[in-house]
Structures are given as structure tokens and as C-alpha cells.
């Protein structure tokens, strides 16, 4: 499903990583691990077609997206969705709202029949109507995993989304966002610090070290 090979990211004179090589099956659920600075988000965002690097490939089931550090499909059009630590809803805007956000080809219909779908999906059925301010931390982080859900993506893109949640609540919201994963069948990259989310939440887990990415 996912092929990424020989990424090389410099920062000036900062050689972050160099010989990053990663393949994923459909249906993988994988936990990336690092240091600080070792570069997890920045190969993240490679893949996403957010940021270039001096060398690398990214291919996504069996589409070329990127070739020799630059990319060759624009960020919006891979097929590729991400859910960041700050939830990134807008406070303005219903569950419903955010949620349909990126599905507005769909008619009126569709999008309350595809946000009742995800709704029931994360296990907050009937909240439609309220707005971000009005849900708890774990509850906002599910809608914004429902909202990256809704445009079907082939790859999803976690980075840290859990660290800005207390320990109780982040130890059962890796729990339910894997058996979410899951039941979806999207294949998803997990970034962590956290050596013991890494391993409740991933299939597979790998761990930058000396700019490379070694997979347990």
C-alpha cells in the first residue's frame, strides 16, 4: 500500500534523516518512534506532499506521489489524511459542519447519512449539533479523526495526537482510535515519543536512530 524509500532531509547543515526506507501493507497500523528532532514529523509531512527533501520516493497503491525529494501530486490530491495534536476543528463550525468539511460534492442527504456512519463509528452518535467547545478533549480528537475519515483516505497520518490529553484519557483513546482503524481497515502511521502508546496502538513499529528508521 505505502512505499517509501531512501528519504534524505537536511536542515541547513542538519542531517535529520538519511536512508529512511518504509513499506506498509493495507490495512497496517504503524507506530513511527524517535527523539526529539529525529525527524518523525518531517518524514510525515514528506509523505503527506507538505514538505520536500533532498532525496526520496513516496508511492501509495501503486500511484508514484513523490520521486527525488520533490513531489509530483499536490498534498490535497493523494488520497492521504491527517490527524495533528491540536484536533485543528474549527470553533465556529457545528460537528456536523466539520465533519462534511472536506465532503461537499456529496448532496445534503449523503453528508447526513456519511456523518451518521462516522459518528457511530467513534461511538458519539448523536452529537451533531454541538460544537467543539462544548466536547471534552477525547471526544474533540474523535471528531477530528471522523473528519479525516470522511474523504475515504488510502493512508492516515497521526502525529502525537494523544499528547495533549491527561494520562487516563490518553491511555484509553489509543485504545479506541486502533479498533476505530481497524474496523475502518485505513492503513495509518502513528508518530510517538511514547514507547508503551506505540506499542498498544501498532501493528508494527519502527524507531529512528542514526538518521535511519529501524523496524522491531
Not at 500500500?1 to 497496517?28: A, T
Amino acid at each position: 500500500m505505502l512505499s517509501v524509500s531512501n528519504l534524505k532531509i537536511s536542515f541547513e547543515d542538519n542531517h535529520v534523516l538519511d536512508g529512511f526506507n518504509l513499506d506498509l501493507d493495507s490495512g497496517d497500523i504503524f507506530a513511527l518512534l524517535g527523539d526529539s528532532g529525529s525527524g518523525k514529523s518531517s518524514a510525515l509531512r514528506f509523505i503527506a506532499g507538505l514538505e520536500k527533501a533532498q532525496l526520496g520516493s513516496v508511492a501509495l497503491d501503486g500511484n508514484d506521489l513523490s520521486s527525488d525529494g520533490s513531489h509530483s501530486v499536490k498534498p490535497e490530491l493523494r488520497e492521504i489524511g491527517m490527524v495533528f495534536q491540536d484536533y485543528s476543528l474549527f470553533p465556529h463550525m457545528t460537528v456536523f459542519d466539520n465533519i462534511s468539511f472536506g465532503i461537499n460534492h456529496l448532496s445534503k442527504k449523503e453528508k447526513i447519512i456519511e456523518v451518521e456512519k462516522l459518528l457511530e463509528l467513534i461511538s458519539l452518535e448523536g452529537i451533531e449539533k454541538k460544537y467543539p467547545h462544548q466536547l471534552s478533549g477525547g471526544e474533540q480528537q474523535r471528531v477530528s479523526l471522523a473528519r479525516s475519515l470522511a474523504t475515504a483516505p488510502k493512508l492516515l497520518l497521526l502525529d502525537e495526537p494523544f499528547s495533549s490529553l491527561d494520562k487516563s484519557h490518553r491511555d484509553q483513546l489509543v485504545k479506541e482510535v486502533r479498533v476505530i482503524l481497524k474496523k475502518a481497515g485505513v492503513t495509518s502511521i502513528l508518530v510517538t515519543h511514547d514507547e508503551a502508546e506505540a506499542n498498544t496502538f501498532a501493528d508494527k513499529i519502527g524507531k529512528i536512530e542514526k538518521k535511519q528508521l529501524l523496524i522491531s
